[in-house]
């Protein structure tokens, strides 16, 4: 998790960036999100997805680092309460064993197996994710680096050792701490 922590900025700049981002948004995709039709409980292509993470990183200047951090510190803040309380119970090898159930509600295909969970270390094979590009990769994993985190596991490290580049339907991620 060697990249740089999201920085502190103004609620403004945000707002600014936000309309930036939908303006590049290209077709349906930008058509849906300005008009307001896409809703949180909603199933979309994961083309929008990837033109949403895309539009983010073009409007930033950034590569798919910044997604990384964005769902890194995404997951952090909403879910911190809610894994600190897990982790007194729950070992970090049993929440990712068991992120297929949590994937699952988000994302309609693909399956993600976990090769290898134990103390210290997880492996997991994300597999059948047509369409992903290296962004989505990237948002997968600041996600579980997020879970890590509020689950105050220290010295956490996340590394894709297969696939997740542009075009790869499969992915294979080391969590190790």
């Not at 999201?6 to 077709?27: D, E, M, Y």
Request: proline share 3%; charged share 25%.
């Amino acid at each position: 998790m060697s990249e740089p922590e999201a920085g502190k900025v103004s609620v403004v700049a945000v707002a600014t960036k936000q309309r930036r981002v939908t303006a590049r948004l290209p077709g349906d995709v930008g058509l849906a999100l300005r008009s307001g039709e896409i809703v949180s409980s909603g199933w979309y292509l994961a083309s929008w997805y990837g033109a949403l993470l895309s539009a983010i990183c073009d409007e930033l200047g950034a590569d798919e680092s910044c997604v990384r951090v964005l769902a890194r510190e995404a997951v952090r803040h909403d879910f911190a309460t809610l894994f600190r309380v897990l982790s007194l119970v729950v070992s970090p090898e049993r929440i990712v064993a068991n992120a297929v159930k949590v994937v699952a509600r988000y994302v309609k295909g693909g399956t993600i197996s976990a090769l290898e969970a134990k103390p210290g270390r997880a492996h997991l094979r994300f597999a059948g994710f047509a369409g992903y590009d290296r962004r989505m990769w990237a948002d997968f994993v600041g996600g579980m680096e997020g879970v890590l985190i509020a689950m105050r596991v220290p010295g956490a490290t996340t590394e894709i050792v297969k696939g997740g580049k542009d075009g790869d339907d499969a992915c294979e991620v080391v969590l190790r701490w």
